[in-house]
């Protein structure tokens, strides 16, 4: 069994910082790319960020010089640096994998249980 396990979330004042964390585990022989999407109630989820496995990044643009992702590949783990948040930043966050498993079983879309971001004064 594989899962992903999102932490971080939390309320914070606009203009601040928060910082997101996603552990894979399980049995996971590679993971291709990590991302983080985020969803507010009665819109569909939208990409934040990803990152490949050799480190090449993209952002929304609503996000980009604000949000930086980077991945420590040894920890299986995605992070999510958040600067500069705005009260629009609010959302569910969810982290999602495409992974290869043993038994080299590919798994593409693999979610969190997503992470609460609040952004409020």
């Known amino acids: 069994q594989v899962q992903l396990v999102e932490s971080g979330g939390g309320l914070v004042q606009p203009g601040g910082s928060l910082r997101l964390s996603c552990a894979a585990s399980?049995?996971?022989?590679?993971?291709?790319?990590m991302g983080w999407y985020r969803q507010v109630p009665g819109n569909q989820r939208e990409l934040v960020a990803r990152i490949t496995s050799s480190g090449s990044t993209n952002y929304a643009d609503s996000v980009e010089g604000r949000f930086t992702i980077s991945r420590d590949n040894a920890k299986n783990t995605v992070y999510l640096q958040m600067n500069s948040l705005k009260p629009e930043d609010t959302a569910v966050y969810y982290c999602n994998a495409d992974l290869v498993r043993l038994g080299l079983i590919r798994q593409r879309d693999l979610w969190g249980q997503g992470t609460q971001v609040t952004v409020s004064s």
């Open positions: 399980g049995s996971i022989l590679y993971i291709n790319v």
